[in-house]
């Protein structure tokens, strides 16, 4: 079963850059769907971006254009680099892994980080 660590959350001026890391172990890294979901105060888990196993992406379209994901697979890191940060994209990243097929909804992953605070200040 694979573990995952997320890196690199922070607190931000809007405008601002970040980038993420979710760093894998114990699996393979490279067979599985990987996906960023973040989640504010008070509300759901919501989608942001993910990855297929042969790189191709999909985006939230509230981060569309303005954040990009990628993935080392002889790292075996997800990235999620942030750019033009907005206060309202301040919440908890959570990368996860989905061992076969693809899914945009968190119930559809088998294994989740534990989660890095991302705050952007007005």
């Known amino acids: 079963q694979v573990q995952l660590v997320e890196s690199g959350g922070g607190l931000v001026q809007a405008g601002d850059s970040l980038k993420l890391s979710c760093a894998a172990s114990?699996?393979?890294?490279?067979?599985?769907?990987m996906g960023w979901f973040r989640q504010a105060p008070g509300k759901e888990r919501e989608f942001v971006a993910a990855?297929?196993?042969?790189?191709?992406?999909y985006y939230a379209d509230s981060v569309k254009g303005r954040f990009t994901i990628s993935r080392d697979n002889t790292k075996s890191t997800l990235y999620l680099q942030m750019n033009s940060l907005k206060p309202e994209d301040s919440a908890v990243y959570y990368c996860?892994?989905?061992?076969?097929?693809?899914?945009?909804?968190?119930?559809?992953?088998?294994?989740w980080g534990q989660g890095t605070q991302v705050t952007v200040s007005s």
């Open positions: 996860a892994a989905k061992y076969s097929g693809s899914s945009y909804i968190p119930s559809g992953y088998n294994q």
């Open positions: 114990g699996g393979t890294f490279g067979s599985y769907f």
């Open positions: 990855i297929y196993r042969s790189g191709g992406t």
